[in-house]
């Protein structure tokens, strides 16, 4: 087997790195978990951890990155399996009865959230990812909406928002009681995304919203 070279070498030990400081993450929070368990879980020392991040946060904001993308990517593949507009709730529901069974993601991105908001050390790069979280998945769903001929009285920008806050919330919501059912979220999701649209063809009695396809526009109104 060829050795790796010192380019590739650096690149796995940021990649156990990073995958071991979600595990870590998901059990003890951002702000408890030192980063000497995160180093060791990867099976390496403190030195090598600062040998490739500055610090805990910078780590973080890779780790949420990565997850954002992925995220983005899998509902990506999931909407365009869909076929009609009727599909869309119950696609939405599957993808987030799995999410809702480990909540872990939304509490550990809703600290770091608050962490920044107050000041935390990267709270800049953070708020720029997680706007282009939000823009990213604005534009998703103003591709599908327009390929299924759905409109909404929300900009696609805002149903996204809509989305991150209510699965967050909800999030929120069962870890501070323990008889929430865990389909919760998704049921709920579910239930706003047949309430937020109308598929081509039908009529709305909300009369401020147009008879028109649902606008493209990924950014919040002006």
Known sequence: MARLTRAQQREQTRRRLIEAAGSVFGRLGFEAA??????????????????NFESKDELFIEL????????????????????HANDLAPTIERRYRTLGENSSWCLLTTEFQMYAMRGGRMAGRFSEIYEDYRRRLGELIALHFDRLGIRSSLTPYEFGAAQIALSHGLA?????????????????LATFVRGAITPSGSRTSDPSMPETAAPNASRPPH
Do not use: K, M, W
């Not at 000497?36 to 020392?45: D, N």
């Not at 949420?64 to 076929?83: C, K, P, S, W, Y």
């Not at 919501?173 to 709920?188: C, F, I, Y």
């Open 172 to 188: 929120l919501q069962r870890a501070a009681s323990g008889v929430l059912d865990t389909s919760l979220p998704a049921r709920a």
């Open 34 to 51: 030192p980063i000497e368990v995160i180093a060791e879980e990867a099976g390496f020392s403190r030195g090598a951890f600062y040998s």
């Open 64 to 83: 949420v990155q990565n997850h954002f993308d992925a995220e983005i990517d899998t509902l990506g593949r999931a909407l365009a399996r869909i076929t």
